[in-house]
């Protein structure tokens, strides 16, 4: 049987508007294979969830009783990612493409709803269903469709910001501290200029898969109107992290340099919360180390780089904050800031442009664990998002599309009318018509001439 990117599949456009398209559990049992739902995230901390819509949560919604035949009851989209599972798990079928057209960017959800609580959605909504980004990544092809059957893709589309830090983030002078138990935080000067960190869980190889580590939260914990820099950080061993790092001098201004500290706590969900930062004193190049479980050493130059400083600090959680001992002269040693060896294994960061992590050598972008795979749209470097092989325009922008197909990409071609049927049909056509009339009578016959179609 062809690949998954040689086939073609039966699409709706807005699926979750019913009319002429049914009710989800219809259109599937109808042999729609690809399923798109506009999302939401507005008011995520107070109703606990993504919702559905197309201008904004509800709009162009039809909801159903809930029942196996029909749409949920709610705008949640975890209903709406069950009922697509328990037709999935009830039928035996061609891999289905679910598509989430993220109106909403979820970059700035600091305490809920960020990228990372929609992967959890997914795995909630088809565990070991799913054909990742990172299943792809293990060979760089397209399984057989015979090979993908019964599983379920899912596509991230929509809000730009999304697509890009799903995938990778870009900065400057990463730091790393990591606990025995794998638990690891990368600190980094975001290119907007504040601080920002990454967390997540370090795995040891499994079978033919080399050791890594699974990304989980993003965040930002310092930013000043003035320069932030230079982050250094490092691992207290029970869930703490400390971190020291630069502010100042403003762009044009010659004021002194001031070192600021924070200390934070690893929660539920890979969140650190960070304490208020406070300023430890004037200094550049700080660097920490580990002491014992409430202290740490801080070496950093003084603001000319004449003088090399270290500073004993102990740390009160209770308070949350770091106490410093007077600065005393020092050989001018810097501790590593940017690599440690955990059960034997060397773990690093680097920046070149992309926030990088390295595991025994092998080096990969920072980003979330790759469930989705993200579209490349109209108009965008295909650079921008790294490798992408799925592309999405407007059904109009035939030339587009046909670029992309011969890129080797998969196409979506959205809102696609009567009008936009390509005659003949050809190797460049779209592998997803997504339509709001997949039972019109032109609809059928376009898929069936226009090569291998699966249900």
Known sequence: MPPYDRTRYWTTHNSYEGRDRGSI???????????????????????????????????????????????????????????????????DHAVLTVVLDLKSDLTDNETAGDLED??????????????TRDDFDVTGAWPDTADLRNRVICVLSGNSNNRASYRYCTGAQPALAMQDDGAVVVAYRSTAGDMRYWSGKARLARGEAPGRIDWIHKGTYAWSPHTV??????????????????IGPAPGRTSPSTLHATIGELGD??????????????GVLPSLEFVSANKVRLAYSTPSGKNQRLREGTIDRKKGRVSWSDPKDSDGTAFVRDAVTWKGHEIGCRTNNLVLYSFDGVQRAIGYRQLMFVELQSEEDKTELLDPVFYGASASNRDAISRARELGMVARAWWFKQNDQMAPPGPDQENFAATDFPFGPWYGPYMQNGGPVEV
Not at 269 to 282: A, L, M
């Open 118 to 131: 929609l992967n959890a959605r997914l795995e909630e909504a088809f565990g070991d269903s799913l054909f």
């Open 269 to 282: 969900g890979g969140r650190v919360f960070w304490r208020d930062s406070h300023e430890v004193g004037s």
């Open 229 to 246: 820099s230079e982050p250094s950080l490092t691992a207290m061993g029970d869930g703490w992290f400390v971190s020291v790092y630069r």
């Open 25 to 91: 559990p219809s259109q599937l049992s109808r042999n729609v294979r690809s399923i798109e739902l506009d999302v939401w995230d507005n008011d995520f901390e107070r109703v606990g969830d993504y919702r559905l819509g197309h201008f904004k949560p509800g709009h162009a919604v039809v909801l159903g009783s809930g029942d196996a035949d029909s749409n949920p009851k709610t705008l949640f989209l975890r209903d709406w990612l069950k009922t697509i599972a328990t037709w999935h798990e009830a039928n």
